[in-house]
């Protein structure tokens, strides 16, 4: 995985050491100012956060410093849900948000969001470089008036919580499992044999130290970034969900500019998303490393069962991505 890391990087300076090339009249004159929103509970210094500051690095340089990329960490300018909804409005240019919170925008993506779709992340990445990725793009302009730029993911969800082991879907039960209030999760866990509790990201934290909830699931890194180690000791690499993360652009923002700012925003994106898809590899091995020494007891079971009772609920969502035709074809994708 570091060569892999590594010929990214050098094709990378490649790409820019190429860029400086491009003749200063190719972009337009004047500036342009993109605000670009994430949501908690992305944290400065992960890889996928370092991914968003290499759009906006890579959007300076492509465009000859034409274009402005500023960045709200952390949920400055609201919730996911009010973010891509001030995108669709142009009050917003940019958007860094989980695709749990854009699939109602574009129902297309349930498609791509049910649990165990995918089998690793590599099938995942070729899908969205590929035609059935542009076919996404193609739905989500279609229904939400918001263009995919890049598909960057955290790496893959699991269990986690404060009282026990769970190495089996038997052990989940007894625990207070907290969900996102999203359909998708809620039917996923329901196929476990558990009544979930949809919660808030922001009440999370202290509703584990209250006892309010006993645990969850999110990707492994957001226990790091958010200290929840602190309280939780237990966490299960179920591999349920890639968290994908999708990077988003007004449709009518982006089709005022010209083409060059369209090129040089659309190739800082899949470059930069090229560069993250690796680096999150490699954290993913160092996030277990780390959460091990703080004390996490971090179990890697066979997760045969937990697969065979979530793949289940697939049926309930084809009519809401558009019919079973287009999950055939991501389930037939290899």
Known sequence: ??????????????????????????????????????????????????????????????????????????????????????????????????????????????????????????????????????????????????????????????????????????????????????????EEYKSWGINPIPMAWAEVFSSLQTGVIHGGDNVLRNLVDFKLYEIEKYATCTKHMIEFVPIVIGESFFQKQPKEIQDAITKAASDAWAWGFFAMAEDDAATKRMLREKGMTIDEPDISAWRKRASKIWPKFYDKAGGKAIFDKVMSFK
Not at 78 to 92: L, R, S
Request: hydrophobic share 40%; with cysteine.
């Open 1 to 186: 995985m570091k060569k892999n890391v590594v010929f990214v990087s050098l094709s990378l300076c490649f790409l820019l050491a190429f860029s400086l090339g491009f003749p200063q009249n190719s972009v337009a004159a004047d500036k342009v100012v993109i605000k670009l929103a994430t949501s908690p509970p992305y944290s400065k210094g992960s890889p996928l956060c370092e991914t968003t500051v290499k759009i906006k690095e890579l959007c300076a340089l492509y465009s000859r410093g034409k274009i402005d990329v500023q960045i709200f960490w952390g949920g400055q300018l609201g919730t996911e849900q009010k973010v891509f909804k001030d995108c669709q409005m142009g009050i917003i240019q940019m958007v860094q948000g989980n695709i749990a919170n854009l699939s109602p925008f574009a129902r297309a993506l349930y498609a791509v969001v049910l649990p165990y779709i995918f089998e690793n992340r590599e099938e995942a990445y070729r899908l969205f470089r590929g035609e059935l990725g542009e076919y996404f793009n193609s739905q989500t302009i279609k229904l939400a008036g918001l263009r995919v730029l890049a598909w960057p993911d955290q790496s893959y969800r699991a269990l986690h919580n404060t009282r026990k082991r769970v190495k089996t879907v038997a052990d989940m039960k007894g625990l207070k499992w907290r969900v996102p209030n999203n359909p998708v999760f809620i």
